[in-house]
């Protein structure tokens, strides 16, 4: 069974920067790629950024030059370095494979994105 536990998230002022964090239970982990994903209030959830088992990375045109994805394939670990944030980075954070599979959403962490 997959389990991924996503932390780090919290409150944080325009332009700071949190890292967030995703352990992954499982086999699976090294051979699939990974993304981080949020949503927004209101809205529905989008991808941010992918990564693929040999380190390929994609980002979300929002988050180019901010956000860096990052993986450990022997610590079962997917990372979200995120700078320079914005108001609108406000929402709750999520890892999964990619593609995303449904019965593996988490809790996500929620970043907060205010002065």
């Known amino acids: 069974q997959v389990q991924l536990v996503e932390s780090g998230g919290g409150l944080v002022q325009p332009g700071g920067s949190l890292t967030l964090s995703c352990v992954a239970s499982g086999n699976f982990f090294r051979f699939r790629s990974m993304g981080w994903y949020r949503q927004a209030p209101g809205k529905q959830r989008e991808s941010v950024a992918t990564i693929t088992f040999i380190g390929i990375t994609t980002y979300a045109d929002s988050v180019k030059g901010r956000f860096t994805i990052s993986r450990d394939n022997a610590k079962n670990t997917v990372d979200l370095q995120m700078n320079s944030l914005k108001p609108e980075d406000t929402a709750v954070y999520y890892c999964?494979?990619?593609?995303?599979?449904?019965?593996?959403w988490g809790q996500g962490t929620q970043v907060t994105v205010s002065s």
């Open positions: 999964n494979t990619v593609p995303a599979v449904v019965g593996n």
